[in-house]
Nanobody, 119 residues
C-alpha cells in the first residue's frame, strides 16, 4: 500500500530555512506527481506546491519564490526547501500523492511534520 513518511520539521526563527523530506513507497514514484500541503492551527488544509513526473513545478502564491519542491526518483523522495520562513508558515506539513491529472486533491498523504516559525 501507499506509504508516505515526512521528516525535517522543527522550530526555526523567522527568516530561517528548513528542508522537509518525504519518502514514498508502495507505488511507482518516478511516474507520479507529488505535492505538499499544510494545515495551520484552527485553519483548513492549504495546498502549497506540486511537482510532476517530468520535474515541472507549481506553487501557491504565498510560497512562490520562497519554497522549492524537488524530487529524487532514485531515492523515491520528494523535498520541500523552505526559505525566508514567516510565522504564518507555521503548520503541519503533509506530502501527498495527488489524484491525477492534477496536483491539488490527494489520494494518499503522510502523517505530517510540524513546522514552527517563531523567535
Amino acid at each position: 500500500q501507499v506509504q508516505l513518511v515526512e521528516s525535517g520539521g522543527g522550530l526555526v526563527q523567522p527568516g530561517g530555512s528548513l528542508r522537509l523530506s518525504c519518502e514514498a513507497s508502495g507505488f511507482t514514484f518516478s511516474t507520479s506527481a507529488m505535492s505538499w500541503r499544510r494545515q495551520a492551527p484552527g485553519k483548513g488544509l492549504e495546498w502549497g506546491s506540486g511537482i510532476y513526473s517530468d520535474g515541472s513545478t507549481n506553487y501557491e502564491e504565498t510560497v512562490k519564490g520562497r519554497f522549492a519542491i524537488s524530487r529524487d526518483n532514485a531515492k523515491n523522495t520528494v523535498y520541500l526547501q523552505m526559505n525566508s520562513l514567516k510565522p504564518e508558515d507555521s503548520a503541519v506539513y503533509y506530502c501527498g500523492l495527488p489524484i491525477p491529472p492534477g496536483l491539488f486533491d490527494f489520494a494518499s498523504w503522510g502523517q505530517g511534520t510540524q513546522v514552527t516559525v517563531s523567535s
